[in-house]
């Protein structure tokens, strides 16, 4: 159907950067609409960290802005991460997501498996 394969995660030191990129295939996909970056750390909820709409207009989580963008390559259905001034709570599971409209019409909102952002004091 749609995969969403992440890369990019790995170990940085803090006050580090790291790029996360996500890249959606599949046969059934006509258009991806909005795309997203959530994490989830040991013992918390998944949360939301940057969003962005087809047309390029993005939302960040406080905790993150002015030090994270997201950005997308609407040709290649790549959405990207650009992480610096990373801080040791910024370690977690980074997942993509996106809302995927199919080619015989209907809609689908996939994950992708993660990647693991680890940043060390």
């Known amino acids: 159907q749609v995969q969403l394969v992440e890369s990019g995660g790995g170990l940085v030191q803090a006050g580090g950067s790291l790029r996360l990129s996500c890249a959606a295939s599949?046969?059934?996909?006509?258009?991806?609409?909005?795309m997203r970056w959530y994490r989830q750390a040991p013992g918390k909820k998944r949360e939301l960290v940057a969003a962005i709409t087809t047309g390029g207009s993005t939302n960040y989580a406080d905790s993150v802005k002015g030090r994270f963008t997201i950005s997308r390559d609407n040709a290649k259905n790549t959405v990207y991460l650009q992480m610096n001034s990373l801080k040791p709570e910024d370690t977690a599971v980074y997942y993509c997501n996106a809302d995927v409209r199919t080619v015989v019409g209907g809609f689908l909102n996939s994950w992708g498996q993660g990647t693991q952002v680890t940043v060390s004091s």
């Open positions: 599949g046969r059934s996909i006509f258009s991806i609409n909005a």
